[in-house]
């Protein structure tokens, strides 16, 4: 049956939440689900703000048909053209044979790509600042392009100050019975999967969201009600707080990070005496990860998190250990920044790891490499301690100021 919900007397939720999905975009695990946010507006004409995915399809079409309780839909808001939020777009047109589809000329192309129904006879085309009222409710659209696509725009009800912001401030996870951030333990439970979400689905465009965040700035937001995660209604300056650590690359949390491969344990037992030395030094936020065992979304996600990351890998085919090198290649792809870091190596028959994974750090901006590399044959000695003594020390200084 329908799960439609209330969020005003004239604003329902028609959204629905999908646990099966194990990789989003087929890439990024989400063992928690993810919802697919979709909004009624019931106005003198109807509204509803995106669509949904395939895969929550059938619930989807019910929620609608049970909140427009018998109305035709005059207007479908596309804020965003990926095919998570766009699958049923032609259904909604079969349905509602005279809907109007808002968004940009951009969007419009997309949905000519997508599709092969007639769109120009449904096209509602918006410019960047252009209103629609619909009796009570003007809606203000503000363009924001590359959060995450080029065609992304939010749209901003003037009237109650809900901005259905599309994929800005959502997050992984499925939604369980309760639909606000206030409502969960957000920062307890759903924080790590926020920030995994933006640092890996727009986190190269520190830019752009930057931009959108000064505009929303100008904006009496009320509610934001976006197409993934929870809604919010309380505390949005501390999540927006989050975005603008997030998009402008400052670390959110000053700690050092430690992200191993390691083929037979020597590379996992010189980092973890270089850990028990950062301790030892009093820092208490040190976190390690082997790259072969957790996702590298979580790893790219840590490394946007902390302010000092430690790289250790052995030499593998005479090149970076393949986990560690996909590791910095993504970071590089998300335009990883201003971070403090040191890089160990192995090798038993021959160093090289080091050189090429300085050389990729130093392809990214404003990484700093603080300590020279320790290199390792095959496994680390007592007399190296002196060095990894040396390289702790860097890490603790990195943290403390
Ligand atoms: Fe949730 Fe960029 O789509």
């Known amino acids: 049956m329908n799960n439609i919900r209330k969020i005003a007397d004239d604003v329902l939720y028609v959204g629905a939440s999908d646990r099966r999905l194990a990789l989003f975009e087929n890439i990024y695990p989400i063992e928690r689900g993810v919802s697919y946010n979709s909004y009624v507006v019931l106005d003198d004409k109807t509204v509803l703000l995106d669509t949904a995915d395939h895969s929550v399809s059938r619930e989807f079409l019910e929620n609608v048909e049970a909140a427009l309780s018998g109305r035709t839909l005059d207007y479908l808001v596309v804020n965003h053209m990926e095919p ?8 909604i047109v079969l349905r509602y044979p005279d809907v109007k589809i808002v968004g940009n000329a951009k969007t419009i192309q997309m949905i000519r790509q997508f599709y092969t129904f007639d769109v120009d006879s449904h096209a ?33 009800d003037t009237s109650n100050g ?58 009496p937001i009320k509610m934001i009600l976006p197409l993934h995660g929870p809604i919010w209604r309380e505390n949005i300056s501390w999540f927006i707080s989050k975005y603008q650590t997030w998009a402008s690359y400052q670390c959110e949390e000053k700690g050092a990070l430690i992200v191993y491969s390691s083929i037979y344990g020597n590379t996992a037992n010189a980092v973890d005496v270089l850990s028990s030395r950062i301790a030892d030094k009093g820092i208490r936020n040190i976190h390690t990860y082997d790259a072969s065992k957790t996702d590298v979304s979580v790893l790219v996600s840590e490394c946007f998190r902390y302010s000092t990351i430690v790289f250790a890998s052995p030499t593998y085919n005479a090149e970076i250990f393949p986990k560690m090198e996909m590791l910095l290649i993504e970071l590089k792809a998300h335009a990883f920044q201003n971070r403090d870091v040191a890089v160990i190596e192995n090798g038993s028959w021959a160093l090289s790891a080091g050189k090429k994974m300085s050389e990729l750090l130093s392809s990214m901006k404003d990484i700093r490499i603080i300590s020279p590399v320790l290199s390792i044959k095959s496994s680390l000695k007592e007399e190296q301690l002196g060095e990894v003594d040396a390289m702790a020390a860097a890490i603790a200084e990195s943290v403390n100021n």
């Open 162 to 219: 809900f901005l259905f912001s599309a994929d800005a401030f959502g997050t992984f996870g499925a939604l369980s019975g309760n639909l606000y951030a206030d409502e969960v333990d957000f920062e307890g439970e759903w924080l790590d999967d926020a920030r995994r979400y933006y640092i890996n689905i727009v986190g190269k465009y520190g830019v752009q969201v930057m931009n959108t965040l000064k505009k929303a700035a100008t904006l």
């Open 124 to 156: 509602h085309i918006v410019k960047d600042g252009d209103t629609l009222t619909t009796g009570k409710h003007t809606f203000a659209f503000v363009f924001a392009p590359m959060v995450h696509w080029p065609e992304v725009m939010v749209t901003f």
């Open 84 to 91: 998570d939020h766009c699958s049923v777009i032609a259904e």
